[in-house]
């Protein structure tokens, strides 16, 4: 069974920063890509930034220059680091998973984390 556990979302001031981590756990299963999205209240789920199995990335140009995403293979654990927060990215943050068995791949969500960017 595959599980993603998120954690270090908050409250922060603009102009501050957070690290969001997401621990993936389960076996028999091989990480393929791994990503952050988030949704505002009244919006759509978009893309913040996607890494894939080799260490590609990509980022939503709102975040270009602020945030940055990794991985650590060993752990199972893709981050988000924000820099720069802006209150335009209070949002609710969910993990994103690409499953694979063999050619099947499927794909998972966290729980989601509030960041909150208020003075």
């Known amino acids: 069974q595959v599980q993603l556990v998120e954690s270090g979302g908050g409250l922060v001031q603009p102009g501050g920063s957070l690290r969001?981590?997401?621990?993936?756990?389960?076996?028999?299963?091989?990480?393929?890509?791994?990503?952050?999205?988030?949704?505002?209240?009244?919006?759509?789920?978009?893309?913040?930034?996607?890494?894939?199995s080799s260490g590609s990335t990509n980022y939503a140009d709102s975040v270009k220059g602020r945030f940055t995403i990794s991985r650590d293979n060993a752990k199972n654990t893709v981050y988000l680091q924000m820099d720069g927060l802006r209150p335009e990215d209070?949002?609710?943050?969910?993990?994103?998973?690409?499953?694979?068995?063999?050619?099947?791949?499927?794909?998972?969500?966290g729980q989601g984390t509030q960041v909150t960017v208020s003075s």
């Open 20 to 52: 969001l981590s997401c621990a993936v756990s389960g076996s028999g299963f091989s990480i393929n890509a791994m990503g952050w999205y988030r949704q505002a209240p009244g919006k759509q789920r978009e893309l913040v930034a996607g890494i894939t």
């Open 90 to 109: 209070t949002a609710v943050y969910y993990c994103n998973l690409y499953a694979g068995w063999g050619p099947r791949e499927a794909r998972y969500w």
